[in-house]
């Protein structure tokens, strides 16, 4: 078999949880290395015709625009240090073992309980800890990613949430814009790095554990999360899957 051959392999998507994990890694390989068929020079000009400016309206910083704020793993280290309590485990896990376990593939910032489901570190719409931020808030809304639209074409994104945010009346210079698209890509790049060495961790430990991943449990783990049950969560991180053992796990998966 071939990567080609796989279900979801060449369309630019991220093949599904039911294909073999060391074709995923395959797919996220290649992924990476499309990334940089698009120069940075082309990147920048998408930027600079995007025109986005900041409204400070705090908008991206919730669950309603964003739905979750991941965290590289080098952001772990910094939201330890600001406020050990900022942090969950990403949404949405994709494994779950036969004996209940659930694995994803890092951690996110944790949202408020609130209406609209705002960042742990927002504050009047604002954010307390703005020169410290991490590596996906400095970068958002700009992005290099492919996915499908609606009619199911692959196409790259450059933008998310285009006019649910923001203002559209920017003047950015090119060394700005040229700045900022080297960034895009470098997070882009760390993004599907972790997601890599997350599939290899998890090949590996599933085999010396001899785990294999269950999709029946992993629905009824899923639902249990979400009302509140008790699940045992690892996340990845480092290089290592991590046991979540904080009690409270508001916010999260809700
Ligand atoms: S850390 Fe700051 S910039 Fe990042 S999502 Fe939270 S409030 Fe927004």
Redesign the pocket.
Known sequence: MTSSDIPGMNTGLLPPVSVPVPYRIIALMQERNRLYSCSPEHLAAGIRASRFRCAGC?A??TKAV?SH?FLLDRDVEAVQAIDPA?YVPAPDPEFCDQDGTLYVSGYA?RMRDDTTG??????NG?????D???S???I?PHMSRRSADTSGSVRWRGFARKYRHGHYDAELSGDESLVLARQVMEYENAYLSQQIAFLETIHEYFLIHDLRHDPVMHRQQVQRLRHGGKVTVRVYHAGDLETWKKADPSGYLR
């Open positions: 705090g991206c910083c964003s704020i900022a910032l705002s960042c742990w570190f927002l504050d604002r954010c307390r800890i703005y410290k931020r991490f996906g808030c400095r958002y």
